[in-house]
């Protein structure tokens, strides 16, 4: 069953999906993989950066002026 309508909302462009790029397109991350010490197998968390949809749907047309959802391009702090 197909979307009925996976334009994008602005300019009716079709839409790019971007993997998240702090759970590689997960979702979710496995905690046990993290740290077997604190988590128990199994154990998962929400990846708070797509919160947990595992990527975002980017229109090349609009994207220039939207913000970006990529990797920060350098993080100083
Ligand atoms: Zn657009
Ligand atoms: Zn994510």
């Known amino acids: 069953m197909e979307p009925p309508d996976t334009g994008c909302q602005t ?4 839409p790019e999906w971007i993997e998240c790029w702090q759970c590689f397109g997960y979702g979710d991350f496995d905690l046990y993989e993290e740290d077997p010490l604190l988590y128990a197998p199994g154990q998962t968390a929400a ?9 975002w749907l980017i229109c090349r047309n609009c994207e220039r002026n939207a913000p970006q959802h990529t990797a ?4 100083k702090g």
């Open 11 to 14: 300019c009716g462009d079709e």
């Open 72 to 75: 920060p391009h350098g993080d």
């Open 47 to 55: 990846c708070d950066e797509c919160n947990g949809e595992g990527g």
